[in-house]
């Protein structure tokens, strides 16, 4: 499972990958307080669950082809967030740190690219919106 | 045939549901469906070109055919990390 619900739990996630290899690199999204310019309170986050699932899996094969020594974790949250929540942590471990560095990068831009979550701002005037990154604004 | 559509964020508000099931004719195709869709829903006609498309929750182009049962999701731009 990829998707949760509840706020991401950093130390159960670094158990999870038991770092003995030698490098972790550990990426953590969060929330910002401000986008293009306005303040944002918080941001919902959806998913379509089922296919959003799927394509972290496949990034997860993925990393794991390009990048044979590395083991990766990869977590995202959806619903409600408040500034400075973690939307998205990934956890790269690898015998040395070049890899796990690259892996971790690729994973958070993959994501970004092919994974369908979508995130509505929520600001202090009681507007809210749709964020559209394709177009540097929103729709 | 009948197949299963899904509208998520700015698509669900612009076309006020978040799913359906539409009859189609027997061959319609993802860009088939994206020209019914544009007739109803005023967002996806001022489109320049259609929706990125997933059928059976994979990424699908246009020309892909449509199956009786599918699952349809047009994506509006991901936002996700």
Known sequence: MYLTTSPIDLAALLREVRASDGALCLFVGVVRN?????????IEY??????????????ADGLSRDFPAVRVRIIHRTGRLEVGEASVAIAAVSP????????????????KTTVPIWKKEFHPDGTSDWVDPTEGRRS | MRVK???????????????????LPEGSDVAALWRELAAEVPLFARLPRPA??????EHSPATTVLQPGDEVAFLPPVAGG
């Open chain 1, 96 to 111: 040395h740190r070049a890899d796990a560095f690259a892996a971790c990068r690729a994973a958070i831009d993959r994501i």
């Open chain 2, 52 to 57: 990125p498309a997933a059928v059976n929750r």
């Open chain 1, 46 to 59: 959806e998913a379509y669950g089922a296919m959003a699932e799927s394509e972290m899996a496949r990034i």
């Open chain 2, 5 to 23: 559509v899904l509208y998520f964020a700015s698509f669900r508000d612009a076309a006020g549901r978040d799913e359906e099931v539409r009859d």
């Open chain 1, 34 to 42: 401000e986008n293009a310019g306005r303040r944002t309170l918080a």
